[in-house]
């Protein structure tokens, strides 16, 4: 397995054109997460998957965000009418999902594996 | 909701020096608590993590304490090395939460 796979590793567009990001995950992983990242502050989450069915989405993301995970392999992340705001490193994660739930997780899972991000530029 | 707060940084050190870089966590229930490195050029990468308190992580002579009493997990290293220059992310995981939750990061410089 070669980790956590970002497509394209740099984009550059123009304001109000609409991008889309693709993440192949560990291919044992069952969960998948997508996190934002600006310059000088940590990993913003936005939303995660189990298998194919999206479980949470942050409240703070725009609904010109769009995050899907068809077959609960690899995943994509579109961005319709990009915004100057919207530059940001995006960052794909995957992890292992406990079954059932502990009060303490004492396994190696929930520990994210990144891929390197896909850079946006908005012009 | 969940918070993590780091020390603010950049922090710079001579080779062989000690490294403290404070952790501070705001969560309710039994959160998880990981260091993330982000070497230059890479990406985001598992450190070390501790899962329950008063446990303790450790990994490539970095170690973290989980203080549930402090609400902390400050890192660690006895005697920095030039190749441990980057960037350390805290992070927690709530109990049955998806979603982790991080700090800003510190940066790390170490001269020779």
């Known amino acids: 397995d070669t980790g956590v796979s970002q497509d394209p590793r740099h984009k550059i567009t123009k304001r109000g054109q609409n991008v889309t990001f693709r993440c192949d995950p560990i291919s044992e992983h069952n969960r998948l997460y997508w996190y934002r990242q600006t310059l000088g502050q940590g990993p913003e989450f936005l939303t995660y998957f189990q298998n194919e069915a999206q479980l949470e989405k942050s409240r703070l993301l725009s609904d010109r965000f769009s995050a899907e995970r068809p077959k609960g392999s690899f995943s994509t992340l579109e961005i319709q009418r990009t915004e100057q705001g919207d530059s940001a490193m995006y960052l794909c994660a995957s992890s292992l999902a406990a079954l059932g739930s502990t009060a303490f997780d004492t396994s190696g899972a929930n520990v994210l594996t990144f891929g390197a991000g896909s850079r946006l530029t908005v012009l | 909701g969940d918070s993590v707060t780091q020390m603010e940084g950049p922090v710079t050190l001579s080779e062989e020096a000690f490294l403290t870089i404070n952790c501070t966590y705001t969560?309710?229930?039994?959160?998880?608590l990981f260091w993330y490195v982000q070497y230059p050029g890479e990406g985001l990468q598992l450190l070390l993590k501790?899962?329950?308190?008063?446990d303790k992580g450790s990994n490539k002579g970095f170690e973290a304490t989980y203080r549930k009493e402090t609400t902390s997990f400050h890192l660690e290293k006895g005697s920095v090395q030039v190749s441990d220059s980057a960037v350390y992310f805290c992070?927690?995981?709530?109990?049955?939460?998806?979603?982790?939750?991080f700090g800003d990061g510190t940066t790390l410089t170490v001269k020779p």
């Open positions: 969560a309710t229930g039994y959160p998880s």
């Open positions: 992070a927690l995981r709530n109990t049955n939460a998806g979603k982790s939750t």
């Open positions: 501790a899962t329950k308190a008063d």
